[in-house]
């Protein structure tokens, strides 16, 4: 779920819905703070406010699932450059997560143009 000024992808995630896809969240876990996953299948009723407000899943209501099971992704980003690099809020919760990816999962960031760049600045974990 968007934060912030981060595209909305709740249309998106409407549509994906609508034409019989699973949805699947993040949700942040208490200290030591790491990503889960969790299938959400139903928007209005399965989100909770999590760690800053976020909506995230209600690990009561919504089964968690591995990032390999994942098809498609979409990764939040502030920027993101020419080899696929991104750079995100800072605490490296995406980069830990995308690391357990299958090879086909399909990874997209939706920003605007000006935000993608030749050149980031990254890691051997990035």
């Excluded at 999590?50 to 498609?72: L, M, S, Y």
């Excluded at 990764?75 to 690099?85: E, K, R, T």
Aim: with cysteine.
């Amino acid at each position: 779920m968007a934060i912030g000024s981060e595209w909305n992808t709740r249309l998106l995630l409407d549509q994906a819905r609508a034409d019989g896809k699973s949805i699947v969240l993040p949700r942040l876990t208490p200290p030591p703070r790491h990503l889960e996953i969790h299938v959400v299948r139903d928007l209005d009723r399965d989100l909770v406010a999590g760690v800053w407000n976020i909506p995230e899943p209600d690990p009561a209501r919504c089964a968690a699932v591995t990032i390999a099971d994942v098809d498609f992704a979409v990764v939040p980003a502030l920027a993101v450059d020419l080899d696929g690099y991104r750079v995100g809020y800072g605490a490296g919760y995406f980069d830990r997560l995308l690391a357990g990816r299958a090879p086909s999962t399909f990874c997209v960031t939706a920003i605007p143009a000006a935000f993608v760049v030749e050149s980031l600045p990254h890691e051997a974990h990035d």
